[in-house]
């Protein structure tokens, strides 16, 4: 049987991460077990496998998502990428299709809406170090916002900050439908025993560091006149 080679043309829009390609708007896997990207590139002695990857409704199940990140980003998913897709539905954004990817950096796996012009996705770095999870990061027209370090962090802040805004309906929707990532993070109630003066500081000491947090802070201080050095 003859060999199938690649002609050597550069392929446009696609990223390499771990061995496959991960390639915008699609779910096309090249099956290869290694491969180097440069303008010209031959793939020799392999043959491509292709697995194609429908665009759901926008009621899109975590099962699409956890598909997707496993065989076209070739990671695992975050164990509670269930849980923070309908927290972010709740929150009024849109689920989306995972290979909705037009127009976006290569390298994001899209969760929702938030708005036109932006989208909140998981970002899959090529050369993450093993053990890394993915952030969590808006995708606007002109850059990236970091959101969280990963699901778990952003999960976390949310029902802080929920529990202390008060809107008890929509605090009770949220427990209940993060009960499986929730409890494991914050207990209802935990922000007002803390005794600590205000949600923001709260954050960045149970929860984590959060660039919208830390421009709030240091604004806070400059506005106070306080003597930072």
């Known amino acids: 049987m003859a060999e199938f080679q690649f002609p050597t043309i550069p ?10 390609i991960m390639k915008l708007g699609g779910g096309v896997r090249f099956g290869c077990p290694r491969a180097v990207a440069f303008p010209g590139i031959l793939f020799s002695r392999c043959r ?3 697995r194609c990857y429908s665009s759901p409704s926008p009621s899109s199940s975590s099962q699409d998502h956890v598909s997707f990140i496993k065989d076209v980003a070739a990671t695992q998913a975050p164990e509670h990428l269930n849980e923070l897709l309908k927290i972010l539905q709740v929150r009024g954004e849109e689920i989306i299709s995972p290979g909705a990817k037009q127009g976006l950096v290569p390298l994001v796996i899209p969760l929702s809406r938030r708005s036109s012009d932006s989208v909140t996705a998981l970002l899959r770095w090529p050369t ?6 993915m952030p969590l990061v ?6 990236v916002w970091l959101l969280a ?9 949310v029902l802080v900050e929920e529990d202390a805004n008060g809107h008890q309906e929509k605090t009770d929707e949220l427990f209940r439908i993060s009960a499986g990532a929730g409890k494991k993070l914050y207990e209802k109630g935990d922000f007002g025993a803390s005794k600590i003066p205000s949600v923001d500081t709260y954050i960045l000491k149970k929860v984590g560091l959060f660039p919208d947090v ?5 604004k806070q201080h400059f506005d106070n006149g306080d003597n930072l050095w």
């Not at 993450?128 to 999870?133: D, F, I, K, R």
């Not at 370090?149 to 802040?157: A, L, M, S, T």
């Not at 830390?214 to 240091?218: A, H, N, Q, V, Y």
């Open 11 to 20: 392929i446009i829009n696609t990223q390499v991460i771990s061995g496959k």
């Open 48 to 50: 491509p496998t292709f």
């Open 128 to 133: 993450a170090p093993s053990g890394m999870e």
């Open 138 to 143: 808006e995708v606007r027209k002109h850059g």
């Open 149 to 157: 370090k990963n699901v778990d962090q952003y999960i976390h802040r």
């Open 214 to 218: 830390l421009e709030r802070r240091i």
